[in-house]
């Protein structure tokens, strides 16, 4: 069983940056891959970000390619998302998500493949 708990969202003007993070329980986090996925009022969950085992390998949605970086730190069991030059239109509720994989690297980029869930953090980007 894993735990997740996302910190760091909030109001940030556009243009600017914030660094969401996910700290996740237990002692199996290197052995999961992550993703951050975000869900807008009325719309369904997208895929943010993915980075599999090892952190060698992400994946970014076309839409926040070259402003977000996704990263993980197994020592502290804990992902982060760097969001940088926001737009209103990244406004939503950000969630990580974690699956436990043998393969070195493989990234998920469906909602459907991942097990564990974190509770969500608001990220609100006025213009």
């Known amino acids: 069983q894993v735990q997740l708990v996302e910190s760091g969202g909030g109001l940030v003007q556009a243009g600017g940056s914030l660094r969401i993070s996910c700290a996740a329980s237990?002692?199996?986090?290197?052995?999961?891959?992550m993703g951050w996925f975000r869900q807008a009022p009325g719309k369904e969950r997208d895929l943010v970000a993915a980075i599999g085992r090892g952190g060698g390998n992400t994946y970014y949605a076309d839409s926040v390619k070259g402003r977000f970086t996704i990263s993980r730190d197994d020592a502290k069991n804990t992902v982060y998302l760097q969001m940088n030059s926001l737009k209103p239109e990244d406004t939503a509720v950000y969630y990580c998500?974690?699956?436990?994989?043998?393969?070195?690297?493989?990234?998920?980029?469906?909602?459907?493949?991942?097990?564990?869930w974190g509770q969500g953090t608001q990220v609100t980007v006025s213009s």
């Open positions: 998500a974690a699956v436990q994989t043998t393969v070195w690297g493989l990234l998920k980029k469906r909602a459907s493949e991942y097990d564990y």
């Open positions: 237990g002692r199996t986090f290197s052995r999961n891959a």
